[in-house]
């Protein structure tokens, strides 16, 4: 068993709301400062940074996971995983059907800047991407199954855009075997006024716009990673992440 500390819950430039210097390579290289072993990317209903940040996680020695946050049609906020990449690009090209599209205005929400492995500038989302979608909360964990996902709900222990403070409570239905904190001193707290969280896996992430936000390594998942290889811990993790064993 190795130990392996992860952050699943970082926007790149090509959210509206994260600074421009989020860029892939400068995501990987805080994160491998950090002492980070394990990123995901989650960009707003978006994973078109995701294959420019697989190739600067590389270089970085980070292994990196495919990810989306998902805002339903709720406006609650749900992390979107992937363990293989393709996989991801696919439903990102789903989810493009499934937007409200609204022109960005970038004097007020900021660019959407989508990078090559160099961090260089190759497109522009034009459609604001932080808007809700059409896809409700009880649609969106069959989607992201099909498309070999798994998902939960974002930093539950906010009010913007949390699922406890936009329903009142942790759903029973649909199911999610994982929740989010932002804050981790808070799942003491939520376990005891929400109990049906106890017994899921709750992670905690940074949910990093700026390269300040991405946290030194604290939470880390136990892995059995002989004979090792990146995907191998990527899928083990998933494994962990889907409540089965390693």
């Known amino acids: 068993m190795n130990r392996y500390y992860y952050d699943f819950h970082i926007h790149s430039c090509l959210s509206p709301c994260a600074d421009d210097d989020m860029t892939p390579n400068n995501i990987a290289g805080m994160g491998a400062l950090a002492g980070l072993q394990v990123m995901a990317l989650t960009d707003h209903n978006t994973c078109k940074n995701c294959p420019a940040f697989f190739k600067a996680a590389k270089k970085n020695g980070i292994i990196p996971i495919a990810g989306m946050e998902l805002t339903t049609a709720e406006d609650i906020h749900i992390v979107c ?3 293989k990449l ?3 690009m696919e439903f990102d090209e789903y989810i493009q059907t499934q937007r409200i599209l609204i022109p960005n205005r ?5 660019n959407q800047l989508i990078m090559d492995e160099n961090d260089e500038v190759i497109g522009t989302d034009e459609h604001l991407l932080s808007n ?5 909360i009880e649609q969106i964990p069959d989607a992201v199954a099909r498309y070999g996902g798994i998902c939960y709900p974002a930093h539950i222990d906010r009010e913007s855009n949390g699922v406890i403070a936009t329903l009142g409570t942790f759903p029973d239905a649909p199911y999610f075997g ?4 932002h804050n ?10 929400y109990p049906i969280i106890e017994n899921k896996l709750l ?3 940074s949910d990093a716009h700026f390269l300040w936000d991405i946290r030194d390594k604290d939470q880390y998942f136990d892995v059995d990673d002989e004979p090792y290889s990146s995907s191998l811990v990527r899928e083990r993790i998933f494994r962990q992440l889907r409540g089965e064993q390693q």
């Open 86 to 88: 393709e996989n991801a």
């Open 81 to 83: 995983l992937f363990e």
């Open 203 to 205: 992670l905690v992430s």
């Open 184 to 193: 981790k001193d808070k799942r003491e707290l939520y376990t005891e006024q």
């Open 132 to 136: 809700a979608t059409m896809l409700t």
């Open 106 to 110: 970038t004097d007020i929400f900021g």
């Open 178 to 181: 994982c929740a989010e904190f």
